[in-house]
Every structure is written in C-alpha cells, then in structure tokens.
C-alpha cells in the first residue's frame, strides 16, 4: 500500500533538506555553512494508479493542508501549493532573504540571479515544447497577457480586435485600451449556445469574415466563465488566413490541458503558473515565437534587457524571486503524477458532480458533453436563475448555508453562472454537499 511517507518523504526532506544557520552579527559568510547551500529538493515520488479514482483522491489529499471547513471549488483562481512545493517555496524564500541584495544584485556566489531564474524558464519552456528564449517569467497570467495585448506592435490606427464573450474580463479591459490608446476599432461578439464545435467555428469564421481590417484576436484557451475548451488550432489557422494574429489566453490551461505550443498554432500565449500547474502564487508567463518577438514592443519602453530578449516585454522590478525560483518544483510534481493522468482525474471529478444533477428540471449545465471541449472548470445556472443579483445571492447562499464556494461569474451573453472547478484536493465527500445543495435549491428562484 502507497503511503503518505512513501511519496512525501521525511518532514527533513519536505522542507527541502535546507539547514538553517545562525552566524554572529557580523560575522562573515562561508561558503562551507551548510546554510549558505542551496536548496536541495528530496525525490518526489507519487506510484498511485490514477485510474483508481477513490485512491487518487485519498493520496492526492495526503499532498495538501488546506482549510477544509469550507469545500472550496475555485481552483480556477488559485490552486494552493501541493506540500513538497510549499516546502521549496519557503526554503528559496529563506535563501534569498538570508543573501538578500547580494542574490539580487547577481552577486551571489555560484548561483546568480538570472543563470538561477533562467532555470524556470527553461522548466516551464520544456513543459509547453518551447525553447527557454521564448519564454519569459511574469507575476501572473493577467499581467503576462496584458503585456502582449498592450504590446502588439503590428496594429494600426482603424485595425479591429477582436474579442468574445467567453474572453476574460480584464483581457477584454486591455483590449479596449487599444481604443485608446492606438485608435483600433473593438470587435465584440458572443458565441452561441450551445457551444459545440460547430457553432464555434462557424462563428468566429462568421466575425472574421465580417470584419475586413481585423488585425487581432483574443482567443481564451480555457474559458473561466463556462469552461469551454474551444477547437484552438482551427481557429488560429483561420485567423492567420485572413491575416489576423491570434494572442492565446491560457490562463487556465496550462497544468490543466495537456498541450504543447506547437498544438496551439499561436505565436503568442500568455499564461499562468499559480493555478493548475500550481505554483506559488504570483508565477506565470509569456509565449512569443522566436521569429515573432519584434512584433511584441518592450514593456513601456523597457532597456533593462536588449530588444532581442523577450524579457524586455514584462515588467521589470523587484518581484517575489522565491516564488519564480520554485517553478521547477511545482513542474516536477506535476509531471510526476503525471500530466494525462491529472487532466483524467479532474475531468472524473466534474462528471461527478455534474452527472448527478443533469436530471433537475430547468437546470442549465453551459456544455455540451462533446469531447475535449470542457475541462474541469463547469458553469451552471439554477432554474429561474437570471441576473447577476440572483448570482451572487446563490453564491452566498451556497457558503453560508452549505459551507460550499462557488463563484458567480458574468459577462455571457446568455446570463451569468455560478462556476464550479473542483482542485486536485477536492473529494467525492465534498463534491456529494455540493450535489445535494443543488437539489435542495432548485426552487430557489422559482
């Protein structure tokens, strides 16, 4: 039998294997101190048979310390550190404060700053099938995407954008300072329901068809308000037909969605690391194709890095360095148990619960069961559920009364929804108070 010490190790190990020494005010650093070593991450192990879906999820949860008085269903936003993370995180964090400035400054002996980041980059590179020069580290996928959309060299004054429904609401907020800013005209539609494939592609082939000077697309990989995966490739290839470039919004695909840049098309993706790959919170990143890079203009004129260094297109400043330096760990736990096998286990866990409401009357689950077009993050709308009032009212009704959180989400066309994403620590156990709380609130708006 698989067991908690088995994979996790000793509590020694989980804290990295770092030893912590004191040294006398103004006592000099040796290279020899046991604490001056850099962090040592122990062997990760997970042998679970991922097909066994109890056990899964009894071992996944050995993994986690999280607040469970609340089953919390919003790993869209934030997926909490496994613990072998959490234990590189704090142990990078006291490295860099212990050789603070002369970390920071590329001073520390052996391990500079960027030769340690870059580290990360060529992690996260290997991951998505990239190479480490076309990958740049942000503080997140909404700041990583901003600086694509902003950045977009290639757009001229008239040129249209365009973005939909499904689309991020801070991403549609970016696109519509191009307005502005460059004097582009914004492009607005929303998909039909129900989004299937077909109707997917016949409307984006619809808008670009209908919009002759389209110079840009927002394209969102993973929808965080339905979770609608739609058909990627396809309609990056229309768009590049017309000569439109796509920017890919995956956010909520990476460490979620098996995938490699090259099964996207895209030239340009922005990401983030802090929720399904499960990073410390403040990680993500930005995709630029090598050939493509000059189209992506420096971060307001940014000159740290050269013009021929993707860095130069995020933000510079004194950011958290620990949580950039753990990437790799939280990509070694991914990997490890397995990026197919995750992507099955939490697609389980959404059947779960939403295969066992289907059948109340009125209710509107927001996709269809075609495959690959749905993750685990689900939308759905109670019967009589209409605006985004009755929304919220839900939401709250869900954790105050059931100690269950959803999340209301608007901005569809049709209505807003109440989302549900299940993490990997989340349990059938919860997932049946979530069940059982749908049924008791059918009638809510009734």
Not at 150 to 162: C, E, K
Request: overall charge positive; charged content about 25%; glycine content about 8%.
């Amino acid at each position: 039998m698989v067991t908690r010490r088995a994979f996790l190790g000793s509590g020694g190990a989980l804290a990295g294997g770092l030893a912590i020494g004191t040294s006398e005010p103004g006592a000099a650093l040796s290279l020899g101190d046991p604490a001056n070593a850099w962090p040592a991450d122990p062997p990760f192990y997970f042998p679970v048979d991922m097909e066994d879906f109890k056990l899964a999820q009894r071992m996944l949860g050995t993994l986690y310390q999280v607040n469970r008085t609340v089953a919390t269903f919003d790993a869209a936003y934030y997926g909490a550190m496994t613990l072998p993370v959490q234990a590189a995180y704090e142990a990078r964090s006291r490295w860099v404060n212990r050789h603070h400035a002369l970390f920071l400054r590329n001073a520390a002996y052996g391990h500079p700053r960027d030769v340690e980041l870059d580290k990360s980059r060529a992690a996260v590179a290997k991951l998505l099938g990239a190479s480490t020069e076309e990958i740049a580290l942000a503080g997140g996928g909404t700041e990583a995407l901003y600086a694509l959309i902003a950045n977009y060299a290639l757009l001229q004054p008239g040129d249209a954008v365009i973005y939909a429904d499904v689309d991020y609401d801070e991403m549609q907020f970016a696109c519509d300072y191009l307005e502005k800013s460059r004097g582009a005209r914004i492009v607005r539609f929303s998909l039909p329901e129900p989004h299937n494939e077909a109707n997917i592609l016949a409307a984006y082939e619809k808008i670009l068809k209908n919009t002759p000077r389209a110079k840009l697309l927002l394209l969102t990989h993973l929808s965080n308000r339905s979770g609608l995966v739609p058909p990627v490739k396809a309609i990056v290839d229309m768009a590049r037909a017309r000569g439109v470039d796509t920017i890919l919004d995956s956010a909520q695909a990476v460490g979620h969605l098996p995938f490699t840049v090259d099964d996207t098309g895209a030239d340009f993706i922005g990401f983030s690391l802090h929720k399904w790959l499960a990073a410390p919170l403040g990680t993500g990143g930005i995709y630029i194709r090598k050939n493509r890079l000059q189209d992506i203009s420096p971060w307001l004129g940014n000159r740290i890095h050269g013009r021929e260094d993707i860095r130069a297109r995020i933000p510079t400043g004194t950011v958290d360095f620990a949580a950039r330096l753990t990437v790799p760990r939280a990509i070694t736990v991914h990997e490890t148990i397995g990026a197919t096998a995750k992507y099955r286990h939490l697609l389980r866990l959404r059947n779960y619960w939403a295969d066992r409401v289907r059948d109340i009357e009125g209710l509107e689950m927001l996709l269809p069961d075609e495959p690959d077009r749905h993750g685990a993050v689900a939308g759905f709308r109670l019967p009589g559920m209409k605006g985004p009032d009755d929304a919220k009212r839900a939401a709250a009704l869900f954790l105050e009364k059931y100690r269950l959180l959803v999340v209301a989400k608007a901005g569809l066309a049709s209505g807003p929804v109440l989302r549900v994403t299940p993490a990997l620590f989340n349990t059938s156990a919860e997932l049946d108070r979530l069940v059982a709380a749908i049924r008791a609130e059918r009638g809510l708006f009734s």
